[in-house]
Structure formats: C-alpha cells, structure tokens
C-alpha cells in the first residue's frame, strides 16, 4: 500500500491590487450620500413636520398656525443649512426625524394634552381670575 502523493500550490497575492466589485446592470453604487441630498431631506421632513404641526395647531388657534405654516419653509431652510455644517446635528437630525414615528405619536398625545389642559389648566385661570389673582394653593 503506499501514500499518495499530495501536490500543494500556494498562491500568494499581490496586496497592491484591490479586487473591485462593479455594480451589476441596474443597481446602485453604494456610497457615501452628499451633504446636498441629506440637507435637502431634512428640509423636506422639517417642513412637513412644522406644516402638519400647523395643521393640528390651527383647531385651536387658527392666526399662529396659518403663521407657522407660511414661515414652515423658511424655517426648515435654515435648519437645514446649519444641520449640513456640523455632523452632530446632521447625524441629529437624520435619527429623529423619522416621521413615521413622530406623527403618530402626536396624533396619540394631543387629546391628553387637550384633556388635560380644558380639565386642570383652564379651571384654575378661571378660578384666579375670579379670586382677583388670589389662586388657592392646592
């Protein structure tokens, strides 16, 4: 019986080339995304942000809403020129401004925050107003 011979070849590659994968037809090359369009969708979200905040806010007070959301823009604009300069706030921004979970949960908290204003806040200006500024203390 005898030992089969085993023929090893050892390959050693050249560290100066780089092996660069090409997109296939069709997709995207992955990349580092511009200030320009991270700017431009913080001022997007931003807007539309402050627009629908304008839009809840207008049931109560329809003259500061209709200023908020005329100024919407404006505001979202330089927000959005400041965020693009420093990394902290773009990387902020970028994290906390996921609509699809402040929007809800704005819709969730008004009626509390109404509620509680028409209950507890109201009642007591009423009171002091009444007592000629005098509040009670409880």
Same mark, same amino acid.
């Given at each position: 019986?005898?030992?089969?011979?085993?023929?090893? $070849? &050892?390959?050693?590659? !050249?560290?100066?080339?780089?092996?660069?994968? $090409?997109?296939?037809?069709?997709?995207?090359?992955?990349?580092?995304?511009?200030?320009?369009? &991270?700017?431009?969708?913080?001022? !997007?979200?931003?807007?539309?942000?402050?627009?629908?905040?304008?839009?809840? @806010?207008?049931?109560?007070? !329809?003259?500061?809403?209709?200023? %908020?959301?005329?100024?919407?823009?404006?505001?979202?604009? =330089?927000?959005?020129? %400041?965020?693009?300069?420093? $990394? @902290?706030?773009?990387?902020?921004?970028?994290?906390? %401004? =996921?609509?699809?979970?402040?929007?809800?949960?704005?819709?969730?908290?008004?009626?509390? %925050?109404?509620?509680?204003?028409?209950?507890?806040?109201?009642?007591?200006?009423?009171?002091?107003? $009444? !007592?000629?500024?005098?509040?009670?203390?409880?």
């Amino acid at each position: 019986m005898s030992i089969p011979q085993l023929d090893f $070849e &050892i390959r050693e590659s !050249d560290p100066t080339t780089k092996t660069v994968r $090409e997109p296939k037809p069709g997709q995207k090359k992955r990349g580092r995304r511009s200030n320009a369009s &991270i700017e431009s969708e913080i001022r !997007d979200e931003l807007t539309a942000f402050m627009q629908l905040a304008a839009l809840f @806010w207008s049931a109560r007070d !329809d003259y500061c809403a209709t200023v %908020l959301n005329e100024q919407a823009p404006l505001i979202a604009e =330089d927000i959005a020129s %400041l965020a693009a300069k420093s $990394e @902290w706030a773009r990387k902020y921004l970028t994290k906390t %401004l =996921d609509m699809g979970k402040l929007i809800p949960l704005m819709m969730h908290t008004l009626p509390v %925050l109404q509620a509680v204003r028409e209950h507890h806040i109201a009642p007591r200006a009423e009171e002091e107003a $009444e !007592d000629g500024g005098q509040g009670s203390l409880v």
